[in-house]
């Protein structure tokens, strides 16, 4: 396996507690003013040029909100976040809303580059074979700032434009979805979402169309004291089929900052999603100073007969992770699947599973989890699985596997299960695993460093996971592991 | 050359080697017979490197090496290579992506260049025919639900591709049916050379009569009592330690 020899390489070609991703981009910036208020969401509605109808929605969410409280169950502890020290809105000044390339900000050009983000489709293009290719939606802090392929995706008949753009061109389309599978008044964090989002992907695939290539969105968090907000909203409508990616990072900075994205899909009949995330937001320093605060509600909704939405995540980033993407099934025959993979080190504290709703019959789930906890870091699954009254001949299969590497960390495994109708069979299976000694000393017996061999270990208990991911995602995947866990051998 | 003089190891304050001196030559193939717990593993352990085992006094050389100063990856460099008495499961990892990382490892602390896959393919393709192995066991993640002869076997795989210089066979006879113990010693027949030398540890003389030794030695609680040529086993096989433990006892 040459990537994991890449991913050594990788490795010590960093330094301790050197995150890749964490350089800031100079560009100048026009904010909202700091903290929120109605005329704060009226600011952000008004520069998106959006309907009377979006910015009502906007100001009864933030009115639901303002009688809501922050969640306090999942096993994470951080700092109170101050809502009114943070800005909802930051956008580059210089031509916020780019018609081409051409127009957009050289600096966020640079930074896309370094990224390792292509934005330019010539260069995707060359060498490329056209099945690999990838659309990209590029969100930087608060606004999409370049989209790729839209003009060729468009022939196909699907529509994959930043949901800012989208509200205003295909404002029926958005306004028959959004919100229908996460409520405005879903939970605390997605009530705020929905009252401040800012930018994020749409995507809407017309029935028997199967989407010509990837599609995916990074986000960067850049400017300084600002939350993200993201909302993307993806349709595949009656035969459809999709895979999408999110990639997400931020520079480093010894401040919280706050990620409060909603994500909603819906598969109508034998309709098909795969949603992809690589998450490598800002961990935070190895004494926990700083790093990004993921707060995050993603639903599927499994709306017609036989159709499957897949999530899967690979999760290495973040001070905090808390974040649950779910499938209701509520189509007869539907399926839904989770394959995590979330690691965790230093001081990182990581609350993440699923939640598989079976309401339809014959409806399937599958859960495949793996934990990694490194450092000093607590990592917790934490999941649910219902049948309700009708959902006859409801399946699902779970499997939570904890790896903890060192004795200062923590794995936790947190499942419910409910089930009201009694033809419902539900499998749980849950381990927990340390490297042991006699196994690195094995590996090391046969010429492999310390480093090697926790990387090899490790990437063979991911395995499952990861081999659910695109080809070319699973390789970036397999490096970001092995970084992540730096540091924490020897 | 293999030379260990005066060593002494104790695991949580329990004395198992008391002073052994033992001499591999080049090419030589060395047996070591004793009785259950009279430290053979615990022998083999401290050569490789294992942790946990505190060296009190002693030397170890390989051909000067001093591999007391040495990590356990980089005496595997130098020429060590360990069959262990229990080889360990590698879930999820197969054992084809095992053999590849551990020979690329060794070649790079080496300073050689990497293996070019259909190299690498060429060389396990002819070890694994050679030990009678199939190739989708070689696909499988290594030694995970392999039987005890299997596992054996794939020690065998690893020791002919990492062509090391010392090899320890630590009862690589215990749990081969009689064909595999057959393929096993012409395999470890097959590397026997004259740059290359091995420890076999055992407790039965039928794999001597498939992999002669030059010598043999007699360990009893942590010393080598008694060393002499083949017929040694031989006499031990029709009278047990019981000598031995006598001596010790005296
Ligand atoms: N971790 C340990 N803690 C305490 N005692 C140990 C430990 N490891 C080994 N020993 C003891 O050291 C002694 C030697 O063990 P070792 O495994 O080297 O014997 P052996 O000669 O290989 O035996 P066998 O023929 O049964 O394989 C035994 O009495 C064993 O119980
Ligand atoms: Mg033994």
């Known amino acids: ?490 | 050359m293999l030379e260990i003089k005066n060593l002494v190891v104790q695991i949580e304050d329990k004395r198992i080697l008391n002073g052994l001196d033992l001499t591999v030559n080049n090419g030589e193939v060395a047996a070591i017979m004793g009785p259950n717990g009279s430290g053979k593993s615990t022998l083999s352990y401290v050569i490789a490197g294992k942790e946990d085992y505190e060296v009190l006094d002693g030397e170890i050389l390989l051909d000067g090496q001093n591999l007391l100063e040495m990590e356990p990856d980089q005496r595997a460099a130098a020429g060590v290579f360990l069959a262990f008495q229990y080889p360990l499961e590698i879930p999820g990892v197969a054992s084809m992506t095992f053999l590849k990382a551990a020979i690329n490892a060794q070649r790079k602390a080496r300073g050689e260049g990497e293996l070019t896959t259909p190299d690498f393919i060429k060389r396990v393709n002819a070890a694994a025919g050679q030990l009678e192995i199939p190739k989708d066991m070689l696909k499988r993640a290594l030694n995970v639900g392999f039987s005890g002869g299997e596992k054996k076997r794939m020690e065998i795989l690893q020791m002919a591709l990492l062509q090391p210089t010392f090899c320890i066979l630590d009862e690589t006879d215990s749990g081969l049916d009689i064909d595999a113990l057959r393929i096993v010693s012409e395999g470890v027949n097959a590397l026997r050379s004259a740059d290359r030398s091995f420890l076999v540890i055992t407790h039965y003389q039928r794999l001597l009569n498939h992999i002669v030794p030059d010598t043999v030695h007699v360990m009893s609680s942590g010393r080598i009592v008694k060393s002499g040529g083949k017929e040694l086993a031989l006499e031990l096989e029709a009278n047990g330690y019981a000598d031995y433990r006598e001596s010790e006892a005296a």
């Open chain 1, 1 to 490: 396996m040459p990537a994991v020899q890449e991913t050594i390489d990788q490795v010590r070609s960093i330094d301790v507690d050197q995150y890749k991703y964490g350089f800031e981009t100079e560009v100048e910036m026009e904010k909202a003013p700091k903290g929120l208020s109605e005329d704060v969401i009226r600011f952000i509605s008004a520069k998106k040029g959006e309907p009377e109808w979006m910015l009502q929605w906007r100001l009864d969410a933030y009115k639901r909100w303002l009688t809501m409280k922050e969640p306090n169950w999942a096993r994470v502890s951080y700092d109170k976040i101050r809502y009114n020290d943070i800005y909802y809105y930051a956008a580059p000044k210089n031509n916020p809303a780019p018609k081409s390339l051409d127009e957009v900000d050289p600096e966020i050009l640079k930074t896309y580059e370094k990224l390792g983000i292509p934005l330019r489709e010539q260069e995707i293009l060359a060498g490329v074979e056209p099945r690999n290719r990838v659309a990209v939606d590029a969100v930087f802090d608060s606004v999409s700032v370049a989209t790729t392929f839209k003009e060729e995706l468009k022939k196909a008949g699907v529509i994959f434009m930043p949901i800012s753009e989208a509200i205003r061109e295909y404002p029926d389309l958005v306004r028959q979805y959004l919100g229908s599978v996460v409520p405005v008044t879903d939970n605390f964090f997605a009530t705020l979402n929905s009252a401040v989002f800012t930018d994020g992907s749409f995507v809407y695939v017309p029935p028997g169309v199967r989407c010509p290539m990837e599609l995916s969105t990074y986000f960067r968090i850049n400017e300084k004291n600002t939350g993200q907000f993201e909302r993307t909203l993806i349709i595949a409508d009656k035969g459809s089929y999709v895979s999408y990616l999110e990639g997400c990072t931020a520079p480093k900075r010894d401040e919280n900052q706050l990620h409060a994205a909603v994500v909603e899909l819906v598969a109508l009949d034998d309709a098909e999603i795969k949603y992809s995330t690589v998450q490598n937001w800002y961990p935070g320093d190895a004494e926990g100073r700083g790093g990004i605060y993921n707060f995050v509600t993603k639903r599927g909704d499994c709306r017609g007969r036989n159709s499957v939405i897949t999530w899967t995540q690979v999760e290495t980033g973040s001070a905090i992770t808390w974040k649950y993407p779910s499938c209701i099934l509520r189509g007869d025959n539907s399926r839904g699947e989770f394959y995590s993979i979330a690691v965790s080190n230093g001081m990182q504290q990581v609350d993440s599973g699923t939640k598989m709703i079976h309401l339809g019959k014959n409806t399937t789930s599958r859960i495949i989890s793996k934990g990694i906890a490194a450092g000093k870091s607590e990592n917790t699954y934490r999941g649910l699985v219902s049948a309700h009254r009708k959902a006859t001949g409801a399946r699902n299969f779970t499997n939570c596997d904890s790896l903890l590497i060192g004795n200062q960390c923590g794995a936790h495994t947190v499942p419910y299960i409910e089930s009201k109708n009694a033809s419902a069979v539900f499998e749980h299976e849950a381990t927990t695993s340390k490297i042991s000694e006699d196994q690195m000393f094995y590996c090391l017996q046969r010429g492999l460093s310390e480093e090697e061999a926790t990387a090899l270990i490790v990437n063979g208990f991911v395995k499952d996971v990861l081999q659910q991911l695109p080809m070319e995602f699973a390789v970036e995947a397999q490096k970001l592991i092995s970084i992540s866990l730096e540091g924490s051998v020897g």
